[in-house]
């Protein structure tokens, strides 16, 4: 198992000292950090993650190895790093195929083992978010991932149609801004055609549909102004909506709503989410840096979270427009919120 020493360097200057089982590739991004206890091919194979830099707070890492590449949530590691405290490179699972060490050496990322990240999160968490670098052979500049439009780089360039194998005359469009795979199979499951549909998709260009899902992605929402300008037009043609994470601040946005960028986001498995009007809290998979911050005209709250009351859904009046800020879909879980598909495709 071949190893080397690294560093990360925080942009306030704090430097911790580590070992690097990952490529000896540097990288730049924000520094992030993940508070669930299991789960990490489908987080680090996410493409919300791109740009960022980020630590799992579960101490031991790698002990179940890599599934095959038809469990990930993409075709690639898409954190720019990732930090964990114990590496285990001795995995014992049925499914593994490699350990975590040779699949980031594979994919050219650093996997930096530091000690002491409860302080590190900590230090995140009293002081809010933070961009930061690993240092391996040589040194780079820091790198804001919230400056530049990441669904771009992740969006697919052509539309592909995926069928049930039941066949289906329901057909949903997905706006794909970086979609965790698992989303297309939530629809396929419940008996849908999905045409998934780059982030720049022209309305002129869209075949006939049923409904519409604007996926989870990267980055700032309010620099995806295509995404937003296409909701926009499918918002008045009144078909049913559902929004994803990105897909909720997205379509809160084009709806005449804002978001903003949080102290230091949601990302776990266990974030839990109040129903608005009810006491039923549901436990969800959460990975997001920004909120929806006002609710636009005619919607109101479906669900907020209960640490800090961030808006965490919303849900039209009148109209079949709905929106989440977690992720129904369950990878790597909890299925608590599973039923909401089934709320969107019983108003197809």
């Known amino acids: 198992m071949s190893q080397e020493n690294a560093r990360l360097i925080l942009e306030d200057g704090t430097v911790f000292e580590g070992v690097n089982f990952g490529a000896s590739n540097s990288t730049a991004g924000e520094v992030v950090f993940s508070t669930g206890m299991m789960g990490y091919p489908e987080s680090l194979t996410d493409p919300s993650y791109t740009g960022q830099i980020l630590i799992l707070t579960y101490p031991l890492v790698g002990n179940y190895g890599v599934p095959d590449r038809k469990f ?10 990732l930090i964990v405290c114990s590496y285990n490179d001795t995995p014992s699972h049925f499914q593994s195929t490699q350990t975590l060490a040779q699949w980031f050496k594979d994919e050219k990322v650093p996997l930096l083992e530091i000690k002491d990240t409860r302080f590190l999160t900590q230090k ?22 919230d400056n530049e439009n990441l669904v771009s780089k992740v969006s697919p360039i052509k539309t592909k149609i995926h069928s049930p194998k039941v066949n289906s005359r329901r057909r949903v469009l997905l706006i794909d801004c970086g979609a965790k795979r698992n989303i297309q199979n939530a629809l396929l499951e419940r008996n849908v055609s999905v045409i998934q549909i ?4 022209s309305i002129q260009e869209l075949p006939p549909f049923d409904g519409v899902v604007i996926s989870n992605g990267p980055g700032n929402p ?3 102004k295509e995404t937003i300008q296409l909701v ?37 498995q266990n974030q839990p989410c109040l129903m608005t009007g009810s006491r039923r809290c549901f436990i969800t998979t959460q990975n997001h840096g920004f909120a929806v911050s006002k609710i636009p005209s005619g919607f109101k709250p479906w669900f907020t979270n209960a640490n800090d009351n961030t808006n965490e859904g919303i849900i039209h009046s009148k109209l079949p427009f709905m929106s989440v800020q977690f992720h129904p879909e369950a990878t790597p879980g909890p299925a608590d919120t599973e039923w909401v598909f089934d709320e969107f495709i019983a108003r197809l």
């Not at 995140?124 to 991932?145: A, T």
């Open 72 to 81: 990930w949530e993409s075709n690639q590691i898409c954190v720019s790093g």
């Open 124 to 145: 995140i968490r009293d002081k809010g978010m933070m961009l930061g670098k690993i240092v391996c052979k040589k040194n780079i500049n820091f790198y804001n991932p």
């Open 198 to 201: 780059p982030w720049d998709a």
């Open 222 to 224: 309010k620099l995806v």
């Open 232 to 268: 926009q037009q499918l918002l008045k043609v009144g078909k049913p909506i559902l929004g994803v994470c990105l897909g909720h601040q997205l379509l809160a946005l084009a709806a005449g709503g804002d978001t903003n960028k949080l102290r230091y986001g949601h990302r776990s």
